[in-house]
């Protein structure tokens, strides 16, 4: 793709599949009239083909911006890791919102307050969008219809205006364990299976061969129909399709129960039995596996 005025630096796309193609541009020089033009060639079949498309550079006063590497897990944070069709996310950037804006219900928004979301052109419900540190910050869930092994392009309109594109590539699964410090570290939200209300912690330690409930997200698909922003069903449950497994304290532990948790949206759990030769400790180490992908290490306390 070429721009003219010339200041414009070429872009090439990648073939994403099913005739599908995809570049980022990053707008240079002044505000005013751009023409882009689209070249195709095929040396094989010896066919060229050409698209010119007319535009407007606008200045980017109030003009929402995604950071760079800014849409991530909203349970895990971690930077370059894909996300999966189902995911929890959370987009950073500048002017993405005004004010502090959540739903009010069930089935989630996709236009909240003024924002919206959308990836591969399709909008995603949202559940929060406001303030995020000095900059602000958009929350929602990835339509369950996106292919994996896939990457999208992922922009957020305030109002009239729209952002810059960001990458976002999807892997079948990857997993996150939600934390107490809800930075993707420590402490996982992890709770007793017999008491739901209570986090398995250095005070709460689980007894080896407890069963544990482990919150996560990015399991991928579910063995069912089920709409991203609309509460998950609560009978018959909807089980994870990828193989799901959890090592504590490097220990694999006998997995009940993998699957979205009803009456949540995006909000996965997994039934866990404690191993009985794990060694006890007020911080011992669990990660989740789904689809061959590791969640980065959270803890919990065992006894």
């Known amino acids: 793709m070429t ?42 079949q010896n066919l060229q083909g050409a698209l ?16 760079n590497g800014g849409v991530v897990s909203a349970a895990s944070f971690a930077g370059e890791a894909p996300l999966a069709p189902g995911s ?11 004010g502090t804006n959540t739903p009010n219900g ?8 003024a924002t919206r ?16 540190g000095g900059g602000t910050q958009v929350n929602g869930i990835l339509p369950y219809t996106l292919l994996p092994n896939t990457s999208y392009q992922m922009s957020v309109r305030r109002g009239n205006r729209r ?6 590539t999807l892997g079948a699964a990857q997993p996150s364990v939600f934390t107490l410090n809800l930075s993707g570290t420590g402490q996982g939200i992890v709770v007793d299976g017999t008491r739901p209300t209570v ?5 709460n330690p689980i007894e080896r061969g407890g069963v544990v409930v482990i919150y996560v997200e990015g399991l991928g698909a579910v063995n069912r129909a089920v709409n991203a922003g609309e509460p998950a069903p609560s009978g018959p449950l909807a ?9 504590i304290g490097g220990q694999d532990a006998q997995i009940l129960f993998a699957g979205l948790t009803p009456f949540f949206t995006g909000l996965y759990q997994i039934n866990a039995v404690v191993p009985q030769t794990v060694t006890p400790g007020n911080a011992v180490q669990l990660v989740v596996t789904a689809g061959g992908q590791p969640s980065p290490p959270v803890t919990i306390g065992v006894r």
Do not use: C, K, M
């Not at 069930?106 to 307050?113: A, K, N």
């Not at 979301?117 to 995020?132: D, K, M, N, Q």
């Not at 089980?239 to 090592?247: F, I, L």
């Open 106 to 113: 069930f089935p989630l928004p996709t236009l909240l307050g």
């Open 52 to 67: 010119v498309l007319n535009a407007e550079v606008q200045a980017t006063d109030g003009v929402p911006s995604i950071a």
């Open 239 to 247: 089980e994870a399709v990828a193989q799901v497994s959890a090592s």
């Open 3 to 44: 721009f003219s005025p010339g200041s414009q630096t070429p872009v090439s796309l990648s073939h994403l599949g099913d005739g599908r193609w995809s570049g980022t541009w990053q707008v240079q020089g002044t505000p005013g009239a751009l023409t882009a033009t689209v070249t195709a060639d095929d040396a094989v």
């Open 199 to 203: 986090v398995v912690d250095a005070a």
């Open 117 to 132: 979301v959308a990836i591969g052109g399709r909008e995603t419900p949202l559940f929060y969008a406001g303030p995020s």
């Open 88 to 98: 929890l996310f959370a987009a950073f950037g500048t002017r993405l919102a005004d």
């Open 163 to 168: 952002s810059n594109y960001a990458e976002v």
